[in-house]
């Protein structure tokens, strides 16, 4: 009974994913019910919620060792998340009324909208159309819009600064982030997020086909500019995120949280959920955009579309490769220190844009040259 | 542990292992907040029992107060606890936020913590040691615990 009670969380997931999956072979075929269920159960909602608490602690716990501390337990974001919802809700006197209560909110919406574009099982996500890249560069652009709007509303000090501080990041990280996920782009001649992650030439698929012989060796030359950009677009990630080296806008010990200073209860909870979400949905699509996503194309193709196994390693593979990336930011976390403002915009400025220019110069030189087959 | 009456046994699981920590010094020499600090770090590590340490009140369950309280920072001390929302805890840590101390009866302080701010816990020792102090936070989650079940039982 102990047993039960310790790990309810871990056999909630497991009871929740074989629900899952129970359902999605029962209305494998009809195709009145499947839309729904995609929606709110698996790729959709309530998959991308667990996988955004999921991460939060993988995370935390990561962080954890690396120190050689302990860290939190497995159940650990679940309690914070309740404990949020449970707390008392202040409306300070003084700030914006309407943004106030509506903001955190619309970050959540916006963060399941990215989430969406993930491709999670398939090569397609849920939402998926031509130039989606597009709109999801945009969806973020609007996120940091949201978290300026919110340090403003809160008419404190410490969130006036933290917004200003949350913009010009935003302007700094954002061109970036652009360019990086714009050389695979270039190279799979798509700005469809799951044609680019099909693409022969993406940083994984690249050595793989490779050795499949679908590629000729000079080919692997495109392996250069591939590992600049994601570098690249894992330190915009870092800074999106609002992690640890790129985090001067909402410092803890210097301007008390900064954006989030004055929010308490729900707003609170809605805000670092979005944060969650968001975490989750960036790494997803930088493993869709540079290391295939899901794919396991040939795989795929051998054993039929609608095999089970087939999904299950699709899955596994995108798993994977999400927890990579996530691990990677938290080594980001762990390795440095908070940077000041000033240096934030001269490392984006100076360094990291003239180094994804020079990447996606590289793609388009590399192009010229030698060709994609 | 009224704060905690009339919640289910989820909500008190969740408001009971997961105390964001807050700091505040009202008026001590600073050794009791150097403890604190000590047992934020990772040799220590409260983060098993879910505790974060936070930089604005408005995120705090838990208060870590330090000091007698002194008179110019009284107002202060009030306010911070109210910007705090409920249920809301504080603990006293250190001789002088618990007694007093050798501040007892002197002009500029309040005497102890007890006179301006509705006390939950009392960690002694001048100043106490970091596993006191961690030991003092377990102690207020598992009294909040019973506490909440006690009021139960009774409702029952």
Sequence with gaps: MSFIKNNIYPIFLIATGIFIAALFLAFQGSEAILPWLKYFL?????????????????????????????????????????????????????????????????????????????????????ISFEGDLI?????????????????????????????????????????????????????????????????????????????????????????????????????????????????????????????????????????????????????????????????????????????????????????IKTTVIVFLITLMRTLHSRIRIDQLVQYFWKYYLPISLIGVFLILVFMGTIGVV | MAKLINKTKLVVDALTNSPFVGHLNCGSCNGCDIEIVAALTPRFDIERFGAVLQGTPRHCDVLLCTGPGTRQMEPRIRRLFEQMPEPKFIVAVGSCASTGHIYQETYSTCGKLDNILPVTAYIPGCPPRPEAIIDGVVKLITLARQGAKATEEEED
């Design chain 1, 135 to 319: 709109f999801v560069m945009f969806l973020l652009a609007l996120v940091g819009g949201s978290v300026f709007l919110m340090g403003w509303a809160t008419n404190n000090p410490y969130g006036l600064l933290g917004a200003s501080r949350a913009a010009v990041a935003e302007f700094s990280f954002e061109i970036p982030l652009g360019l990086s996920l714009a050389g695979p782009a270039i190279l799979a001649g798509s700005m469809r997020i799951s044609e680019i992650s099909v693409s022969k030439f993406s940083l994984l698929n690249l050595p793989v086909n490779f050795f499949a012989g679908q590629v000729t060796i000079i080919h692997l030359v495109y392996l250069i500019p591939l590992i600049i950009l994601f570098a690249v677009s894992i330190l915009a990630a870092t800074a999106l995120l609002e992690k640890v080296p790129f985090d001067p806008a909402h410092a803890e010990v210097e301007i008390v949280g900064g954006w989030t200073v004055e929010l308490t209860g729900k707003k609170l909870f809605f805000t670092q959920l979005a944060n969650f979400i968001m975490e989750f949905a960036l790494a997803g699509i930088i493993a869709a955009v540079f290391l295939g996503g899901p794919g396991i194309n040939d795989f795929n193709v051998n054993i039929g579309n609608w095999d089970v196994l087939g999904y299950l390693a699709s899955i596994l593979s995108f798993l």
């Design chain 1, 42 to 126: 698996f790729p959709g909602v309530l998959f991308v919620l667990l996988m955004g608490l999921f991460y939060n602690w993988f995370d935390r716990k990561m962080f954890a060792r690396m120190q050689n501390r302990i860290g939190p337990r497995f159940i650990q974001p679940v309690y914070d998340m309740l404990k949020l919802l449970a707390k008392e809700d202040i409306t300070p006197d003084g700030v914006d009324k309407p943004e106030f209560d509506w903001i955190p909110g619309i970050q959540v919406i916006l963060a399941f909208l990215v989430a969406f574009f993930v491709p999670v099982y398939a090569t397609f996500g849920l």
